[in-house]
């Protein structure tokens, strides 16, 4: 071994990791380095970037050691997490391929190849990939959590559950891994429609991590609201939508058949509202509404309670203003400052419309419009909370919620904007007006 690479091993045995990534640095300048050598350093190098987070740079000196070694599968390893630590998919499933091809029995690759197959849209690639995992790793909590979560979004929800069951039992009570782990078997059970199951597995995390590094808390006070709830936490709405964020777009247009943007679209255009107005799309998500909506603002914004959410809205770059909000509290501050309000798939999150369109009725100007879809209950004058925890209201407390704020009903019609276990959901299309 060069001294340079036995320095920096030395150094890191001291506990001294900016002195040995000095040190590496200056040897690797070395341009007539022997390539064994070089290899040795950079993959040492690759490793310590990784520790501190910095994806691209150990993808790049991982690349640089793999050249001197391509065999070397902890590198090839690093290599993948980097890479998907990074986004770049394409890069990252064949970095997978080749790990694979080299060790088909790395459970990491598996893991990766499942989640990539799965955003490729090729669920039947993606399930194998998964079963590989719960056979390769079955005890591994930290890849189970990952691949429960591939499962829950690939319709298997109960192959989740069952994977993370023993594990789960035999865990060790300190093992780091099990609060993500049991979190990610309570959205298993949520998604099996077993509310007490997932409070089980919430429990469990919240027991195991008392600080609630994952969120459980959050999901576990949204699942012990009641159906005699009237509100669901925001805490909970947010901790939903916040992990849902990356994969919303795809889910709801592709799986769900969500068309509530371009419905709206629809209704405002039959009734010839628009354009030039100052439209404000409260709940915006990642800003699906504002694509249909953008030619009819003179200016658009939006909010949301999601984080994440409006994050994703803002690389869309369609809205001249974008804040993280709730609903009711978010319009208060801004009375009269549009002529469009729009809420599309969102009032299924709060209970009793009266705050909501006592704020939506302040939020207008005089004239302006509020148009919203929501989910259809059975009992015309009231609201509910149903198991999938979202909420539907009566078309009699709609009408009695927009009257109460001084807005009138100009439409008020069935209409699915979203499908369930391959069925529509009943559903209002809804525009009201404040008279000027
Ligand atoms: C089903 S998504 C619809 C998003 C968007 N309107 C669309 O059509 O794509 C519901 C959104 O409402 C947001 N939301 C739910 N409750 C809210 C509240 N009380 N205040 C603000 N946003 C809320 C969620 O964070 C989520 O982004």
Redesign the pocket.
């Known amino acids: 071994m060069s001294d340079f690479l036995a320095r920096a091993l030395e150094l890191l045995d001291q506990g001294d990791g900016d002195a040995a990534l000095a040190v590496l640095y200056g040897g690797l300048g070395d341009p007539d380095m022997d390539p064994v050598l070089r290899g040795e350093a950079s993959g040492l190098l690759a490793d310590l970037m990784a520790e501190r987070g910095d994806a691209l740079a150990a993808a790049s000196h991982y690349a640089q050691a793999l050249l001197a070694d391509p065999d070397r599968r902890s590198w090839r390893r690093g290599h993948v997490n980097a890479l998907m630590q990074l986004a770049d998919r394409e890069a990252a499933r064949a970095a997978c391929e080749t790990l694979l091809a080299l060790r088909p029995d790395d459970a990491t690759g598996h893991r990766h190849m499942a989640f990539l197959t799965l955003e490729a849209g090729d669920r039947t690639q993606a399930l194998d990939h998964a079963r590989e995992v719960l056979f390769l790793a079955p005890r591994d909590l930290g890849l189970l959590a990952a691949i429960a979560d591939v499962l829950v979004r690939a319709d298997e929800p109960l192959m989740a559950v069952e994977a993370l069951e023993t594990a789960l039992r035999k865990a060790h009570p300190a093992d780091p891994d099990l609060a993500p782990a049991a979190v990610a078997q309570a959205r298993a059970w949520i998604a099996l429609g077993e509310p007490k199951k997932a409070e089980k597995s919430l429990l469990l995390a919240l027991d195991s991590d008392p600080d609630d590094r994952t969120g459980a808390g959050a999901l576990l006070e949204g699942l012990s609201a009641g159906a005699d709830s009237q509100t669901l936490p ?1 805490a909970f ?2 901790a939903l ?1 916040d992990t849902y964020a990356d994969r919303f777009d795809r889910e ?1 247009v592709g799986k769900l058949r969500y068309d ?2 371009s419905a709206l679209r629809a209704l405002l255009d039959a009734q010839k509202i628009g354009p030039g107005l100052d439209v404000v ?6 800003g ?2 504002g694509v249909v909506l953008r030619d009819l603002a003179a200016t658009l914004a939006g ?4 984080p994440r ?1 409006v994050e994703r809205a803002r690389a869309r770059g369609l809205y001249d203003d974008l804040w993280v ?3 009711v509290a ?1 319009l208060s501050t801004r009375p009269e400052g549009c002529d469009l309000l729009v ?4 009032l299924v ?2 209970g009793d419309l009266g705050p909501v369109m006592q704020a939506a009725s302040l939020a207008l100007r005089p004239g302006g419009w509020f148009a919203f879809t929501c989910e259809a209950a059975d009992d015309p004058d009231g609201f509910l909370l149903h198991e999938g925890r979202r909420f539907a209201h009566g078309g009699g407390h709609i009408r009695a919620s927009a009257a109460a704020a001084g807005l009138q009903v100009q439409v008020l019609r069935p209409h699915s904007s979203r499908h369930d276990r391959g069925s529509p959901v009943p559903g209002w299309i809804c525009l009201c007006h404040k008279p000027a």
């Open positions: 925001p709405v947010r939508f709801l509530a943007p799309d409260a709940g915006c998500g990642t699906l509404a909010f949301d309670l999601s959410m909000g709730e609903f978010g809420a599309a798939d969102v999150y709060l």
